[in-house]
């Protein structure tokens, strides 16, 4: 079958020209484990990770969004049957979704919304997973509850943000704050339904104070967290809630104190790298996110479709993302002959 991998480690100051396409032997199902014909992907800052992190004399697939089509079940396999179109995001420590065929464990996914194509729908699993777990899980927020609290959103236009937007809108009586620096990544969180739009480039506190805002109860914190970090202290409300999914290099909590903030970092991988115990709750929220789509309440946040998946088109991708200026999400479709 053919997949696109990292094949070396960087040389100079990437192994972008790494990503090459090479050939596998088609996986085989047992256990919980659903082997699917990958029919969409879309690409994630995960994914521009892991190669740029890359240093292995095997080959690495990688890719952690999919749409495709079930062709064999596991032993194991309860949730689903040959011809199933599902969704899902994968698990960071097994090969990933650039590939014709792609073995994935039941669990973490979900029958695909009926009312998007392989594109539209590929552009949500780990996302939609991500914001859904920020939202209730790390953040405490209650469906349809917190009317009074305000959640900061910070980095909104991107891939979770876009999500995170219509989860909080749509399923919360929060006041939601999306920030944005461009005059496209702030019209494109507007659509998605944000109260207000304020602009991370320039000093949050002035930002919030032009829109009568003093303090926010949450923040969201999706990239540059250590660039923000102390404004994001200021304007919290004691005994706030910060919670963030990047990388930064270093981050004193002892700040926090003072104002009893709590912290709290959102991994999506946590569940599938550790086989927890409530592993099947990544197929629930995928299940409901579907639904949710299919009633119209959400939708998609494809931001650009770069055509066939293919090592040039994987290629283009990551470089876009590590630009910071793509908007939604990036999605490919398609293997060529």
Known sequence: MKAIAITRAASDASNLDFLQEIELPQPIASGHDLLVAVKAIS?????????????ADTPR??????????QATGESVTLFQPGDEVWYAGALTRPGSNSEYQLVDERIVALKPKTLDNAHAAALPLTAITAWEMLFDRLGIKEQGNAGDVLLIVGA?????????????KLTKLTVIATASRPDSQQ?????????VIDHSKPLAEELARIGVKEVSHVASLNNT???????????????????????QRLDAMPLKAKSISLHWEFMFTRSMFTTDDIIEQHNLLTRVAQ???????KTTLGEHLGPITAANVRKAHQLLESRRAVGKIVLEGFTA
């Not at 690409?43 to 240093?55: E, L, M, S, Y």
């Not at 236009?157 to 809108?169: D, H």
């Open 157 to 169: 236009a991107g891939g979770v943000g876009s999500i995170l937007t219509q989860l909080a809108r």
């Open 292 to 298: 949710l789509i299919d009633e119209g309440v959400l």
């Open 226 to 248: 250590e660039e923000h970090y102390t404004q994001l202290i200021s304007v919290l409300k004691p005994q706030g809630k910060l919670a963030l999914i990047d990388d930064p």
């Open 188 to 196: 494109w969180v507007r659509d998605l339904g944000a109260h207000h």
């Open 43 to 55: 690409v994630n800052p995960v994914d521009t990770k892991v190669r740029a992190g890359f240093n």
């Open 61 to 70: 697939v990688l890719g952690w969004d999919a749409v495709g089509v079930v």
